[in-house]
């Protein structure tokens, strides 16, 4: 339901109205918080960036909520979503860097390994489809999760919480394989893909032989 609008570009949220119109607004503040974001970061106001991460990361959630309690679904939603997810977590590694050098030289690895796939998976995509995926797979919401979970408590907490990190990067390893395999499997950029295993799964029933008829 987007009242009667189809909401391809952001240009069309003028024609928008009801809840297609202040979800699309909710998700689009994730990619107007970046620049504040940034502006806190690089003048140190940490006291106002531990509060405003958790808002961004927290639209993420109740955008999704609203769009299915309200039906409301768009290239545009979907575009904006994808796009304001990744300039958070990108707001959120800035951070580190800036705020926690220490534990990022600690455990580099376990930041280069799923930051090298992204990129990998970010161009693999622009060169198939011409934009950044937005698949939302199942792993890629448990990955959100968890990466918004270690992040706000990265700067919120006064030691790093290393169980829920190593959970977060491995879980992150893993979805952006499958964004990849994902990527190389489907012709045509889709939205609202589930998974890896339901791709296969419709993949080989389209290609099974029909069943043969009854005597």
Known sequence: MNNGVNLTRLR????????ALWINLITLYRTVAFPVLLVLIFTNRWDW???????????????GFLSRGYKVTSVLGTRLDSIGDDLTVLAAVIA?????SAFLL????????????????????????GRITSFHTYLAKAAAVLQAGFFCSLFLLPEPWYTWFYIAAVVTTVELVEEIMLTYLLPTWQTNVHGLYWVLRDRRRNEAPPAAPLP
């Not at 960036?49 to 955008?63: A, C, H, N, V």
């Not at 580190?96 to 926690?100: D, P, R, S, W």
């Open 106 to 129: 600690q455990e580099w690895v376990a930041f280069a390994i799923p930051l090298g796939l992204f990129f990998i998976q970010t161009a693999y995509a622009f060169r198939r489809y």
């Open 49 to 63: 960036f531990k509060w405003l991460l958790p808002l961004s990361f927290f639209t993420d959630s109740i955008d």
């Open 12 to 19: 069309d949220l003028r024609y928008a109205r009801g809840p």
């Open 96 to 100: 580190i860097v800036k705020a926690h």
